[in-house]
């Protein structure tokens, strides 16, 4: 978006969608760092490390 | 995404997504999965069997959004379902669908790679089963919808025994058995208090297409079959006395509850209160029929 050119939101709009967006990073954050630990615990069992 | 009063699009939250998964559905199906992976003969990697069980977690959430997705319009003309997401206004539908197929895509691949692909074609088939030939397909045409539509709801078990086994025996079609048995009589007894609401949005429940009394006909009926595959794991020697006793107690207090409803000639939902008591107590019997087949088949037998 060209800096220059007015907003489609108002403040109060802008306000909320920047809250769900953060919401929505936070929660994918947390997916993509709880399937890194999922899928390197997988191939360890899988290349039987522990047996 | 949603539109907002003066025609903008703001991003869903967060909790819209996680609300198409239909999470207490999804409690059910992990829950009946773990069952059937705690008692299948053998044993898994605990990091294995957890892998299992959340692709069944995501494949389960998967149905709910594309289910949700088919039936936005369904579900924005019945009280109970008009809070959902898309009925609300707050969320787009290609953003439901790509959730839906991104997670139908994601479930099944995993469980192939991590599990094994029996499992994975089992997951797949199970969300093709429910959210096109039940969703698309049986919900809007025939009453019989949820007989032939349990199927879906009676894989996860299934699903759960064969990624510890890699097979499926008798054991787990049983179990499938007696999901599939159970449904009509715990979605007919919510039609019957429901039928003004099913009615509203078109769906030809049995309620509604055949009327009241062949509905508590059915759920007497099917009660029966259910009771016996039921009480077949312990009359088969799979399973102890624990599980033969609570199978026994917990069909008894079933088929006392589906009598009362075959009794009860009540037309208005207020009046049901049978019908509710049976619909309430027949989640509550699968959580504790297949936890104590669980608890039997690994501690005791």
């Known amino acids: ?51 | 995404m949603t539109t907002a009063t003066r025609d903008i699009i703001l991003p869903a939250e967060w909790r819209d997504f996680w609300a198409l998964t239909k999470p207490r559905v999804m409690s059910l199906v992990v829950f009946t999965a773990l069952c059937g992976l705690l008692a299948a003969p053998g044993s898994i990697h605990p990091v294995i069997g957890f892998t299992a069980i959340l692709c069944l977690a995501l494949g389960a959430g998967a149905c709910g959004a594309l289910n949700q997705y088919f039936e936005a319009d369904i579900d924005a003309k019945m009280a109970r379902t008009a809070g959902r997401p898309l009925p609300a206004g707050r969320m787009d539908r290609a953003s439901a669908l790509n959730f839906g197929i991104g997670l139908a895509a994601f479930s099944v691949g995993i469980m192939g790679v991590a599990v094994n692909w029996l499992c994975a074609g089992l997951l797949a088939f199970s969300i093709f089963f429910y959210a096109i030939v039940y969703t698309i397909w049986l919900k809007p045409n025939t009453p019989q919808n949820i007989v032939i539509g349990g199927a879906a709801g009676a894989f996860p078990p299934v699903i759960g025994w064969a990624a510890v086994t890699g097979d499926v025996t008798l054991m787990p079609v049983l179990l499938f058995a007696i999901i599939f048995l159970w449904t009509p009589p715990h979605f007919w007894a919510l039609a019957l208090f429901m039928k003004t609401d099913y009615g509203a949005a078109g769906i030809p429940m049995l309620p509604n297409v055949k009327g009241q009394r062949v509905t508590r006909n059915q759920i007497f009926g099917y009660s029966f079959p259910m009771a016996a595959t039921a009480i077949l794991p312990f009359a088969l020697a799979e399973t102890g006395w624990v599980y033969g006793v609570a199978a026994v107690v917990l069909n008894f207090i079933f088929l006392a509850l589906a009598f009362r409803v075959w009794k009860n000639e009540a037309t208005d939902a207020a009046a049901m209160k049978p019908e509710k008591q049976l619909f309430a107590f027949s989640i509550l019997y699968l959580f504790l029929l297949f936890a104590i087949f669980a608890f039997d088949r690994m501690v005791i037998s």
């Open chain 1, 1 to 51: 978006m060209n800096q220059n050119e007015p907003s489609a939101y108002t403040a109060e709009e802008t306000a909320i969608i920047r809250k769900r967006q953060a919401g929505r990073s936070r929660v994918m954050g947390i997916a993509l760092v709880a399937l890194c630990i999922l899928f390197f615990l997988i191939t360890v069992v899988k290349v039987g490390v522990w047996g």
